[in-house]
């Protein structure tokens, strides 16, 4: 096995930011001995009830859920992969883990001793990142290790 150079962490979902900022990665940044690895966290679901705002106690509901969460992640997964191979890079992992988006990406690369962190940016204006937060924001501030924040283009931040 070939020496592991650089741990590169990017945090994915089913973005467009997202997969500009794997590009970005992968066009301009990438090393030959790189070790990926991929931070994805599932959406969020709210198991309440839309008529009745009570929670949803059925099982059968639940589990429908679930298995669309873990298709939801299998196929991001699945496209990844096949990005990478279309890029000849190799991935050390696809980590999914629920929770906060940034505090994950921030965790998660922190425990896998990563040198790098890049994610995308939605660019967001003042108010909005305030009120909605911003995983990049987030991963910035709170971070063992450098980032890289990818802007999507032709959308200025404000």
């Given at each position: 096995?070939t020496d592991?150079?650089?741990?590169?962490?990017?945090?994915?979902?089913?973005?467009?930011?997202?997969?500009?900022?794997?590009?970005?990665?992968?066009?301009?940044?990438?090393?030959?001995?790189?070790?990926?690895?991929?931070?994805?966290?599932?959406?969020?679901?709210?198991?309440?009830?839309?008529?009745?705002?009570?929670?949803?106690?059925?099982?059968?509901?639940?589990?429908?859920?679930?298995?669309?969460?873990?298709?939801?992640?299998?196929?991001?997964?699945?496209?990844?992969?096949?990005k990478m191979?279309e890029k000849?890079?190799?991935?050390?992992?696809?980590?999914?883990?629920?929770?906060?988006?940034?505090?994950?990406?921030?965790?998660?690369?922190?425990?896998?001793?990563?040198?790098?962190?890049?994610?995308?940016?939605?660019?967001?204006?003042?108010?909005?990142?305030?009120?909605?937060?911003?995983?990049?924001?987030?991963?910035?501030?709170?971070?063992?290790?450098?980032?890289?924040?990818?802007?999507?283009?032709?959308?200025?931040?404000?």
């Open positions: 096995m592991i150079g650089r741990r590169v962490a990017i945090g994915i979902d089913e973005s467009v930011y997202a997969e500009q900022a794997f590009d970005f990665y992968g066009d301009n940044l990438r090393r030959d001995d790189d070790y990926l690895i991929l931070i994805h966290t599932p959406e969020r679901f709210n198991v309440m009830d839309a008529n009745l705002g009570t929670p949803v106690t059925r099982a059968s509901v639940l589990e429908e859920i679930l298995n669309e969460i873990n298709i939801k992640v299998r196929n991001l997964e699945e496209k990844y992969k096949k191979e000849g890079m190799k991935c050390g992992r696809f980590i999914s883990r629920r929770g906060d988006p940034g505090e994950s990406i921030v965790h998660v690369a922190e425990r896998e001793k990563c040198n790098l962190i890049i994610t995308g940016s939605r660019g967001m204006g003042l108010v909005r990142r305030t009120i909605l937060g911003s995983v990049s924001d987030y991963v910035l501030h709170h971070a063992h290790c450098p980032v890289l924040v990818c802007k999507s283009p032709g959308k200025p931040h404000k």
